[in-house]
């Protein structure tokens, strides 16, 4: 069974997110098959460009957006240096002056994405969750190497889930 081993803060710069709308979860064969993670890590000059800015970046992200009485909205994609030009049939969301209230999630590959009590432990952390304009919560799963591809000796692997938070 998969648990919290650890949550805490993170300070971020300003990022840009790019990626594809969906009003639902799944379409992560069509990002392999098309090869738009690396298109998007060309758009942004390699992935050494988002890691000298957040020591936690270059990940995979499914980002979820949720409020009362508004659509889920989904989204796949990669959180990017702040002026990374986004290409033609993507989207672009840029954060600013946010911070991460990030949870990671130790477990099976199949058992880390049951994220239900990453809200809980991260505002009994003292974080405050933040909401956008329109009273939306932002959070998403970054699936990064090695944590999150590499197996551990009892063949855990760990997931970063994250909200963004008011600083």
């Known amino acids: 069974m998969a648990k919290i081993i650890k949550v805490f803060k993170e300070n971020i710069p300003t990022m840009r997110f790019i990626g594809k709308k969906y009003d639902n979860f799944g379409h992560w064969g069509e990002w392999w098959q098309n090869g738009w993670f690396d298109l998007l890590e060309n758009s942004m000059g390699g992935t ?16 979820e957006r949720r409020a009362e ?51 809980q432990m991260i505002t009994e952390n003292g974080m405050k969750i933040w909401q956008d304009e329109n009273g939306a919560v932002w959070s998403f799963e970054n699936c990064l190497c090695p ?14 889930y994250c909200y963004f938070v008011s600083e």
């Open 147 to 160: 944590r999150y591809t590499t197996p551990d000796e009892n063949g855990n692997v760990i997931l970063d």
């Open 48 to 63: 050494d460009k988002i890691l000298s800015v957040w020591e936690n970046g270059g990940g995979y992200i499914g980002v």
């Open 69 to 119: 009485g508004q659509p889920f909205e989904y989204y796949i994609g990669m959180l990017t240096p702040k002026n990374t030009p986004v290409p033609a049939g993507f989207v672009s969301i840029d954060f600013e002056n946010l911070s991460l209230g990030t949870c990671w999630i130790y477990g099976k590959e199949n058992e880390v994405h049951d994220t239900s009590a990453c809200k």
